[in-house]
């Protein structure tokens, strides 16, 4: 199989698959590195293939009908699951969190985390490597995507997070 066809093939895994894939799995199946596959990744966003990668592989972000909001939130270490479940609960999916650097500018990482698993495995990963959370470089100020089913949902979600005062407001 030359790189077209797997590049070909890799899309087609991806939007068959549900869930995210890790690149290593990738690279397994069609017998390359992983470096390899994160080459044909950037190759297949450059020709306009809606590819992200998040804590647990690769997706394909799919046009959903989902309604979605930015929010400024702010919150400390210990509230993080507690933020994150306000979301899930309601069926919402945090997308992504975004902070505001004065010398890089945005700053974006993908999250996806659309239901209490994926929450509890980004918790587990995230105590598990001691990892400092983009947040910290804005004293705990960040943006979320978020998305819903519904406007209903999305408005339980965000007045939920009102509630527990992780809304920023003026």
Not at 123 to 150: P, R
């Amino acid at each position: 199989m030359n790189s077209i066809e797997r590049r070909d093939n890799i899309v087609e895994l991806l939007v068959k698959s549900n869930k995210p894939i890790k690149g290593t799995t990738i690279a397994e199946k069609y017998g390359v590195t992983r470096q390899i596959i994160v080459k044909d990744i950037a190759i297949l966003r450059a020709t306009g293939k809606n590819i992200i990668a998040t804590p647990d592989g690769y997706i394909i972000n799919r046009k959903d009908k989902n309604i979605k909001a930015i929010i400024a939130v702010s919150h400390t270490e210990d509230e993080m699951f507690d933020e994150m479940n306000s979301v899930i609960k309601y069926g919402g999916t945090i997308e992504d969190v975004i902070v505001e650097h004065p010398l890089y500018g945005e700053i974006r990482g993908m999250l996806m985390i659309r239901n209490l698993n994926e929450l509890n495995k980004f918790m587990i990963k995230y105590n598990n490597q001691k990892a400092k959370l983009l947040s910290v470089l804005t004293n705990g100020v960040h943006i979320h995507t978020i998305s819903a089913d519904s406007q209903e949902n999305l408005e339980l979600i965000i007045q939920e997070l009102k509630d527990k005062n992780f809304i920023v407001s003026d």
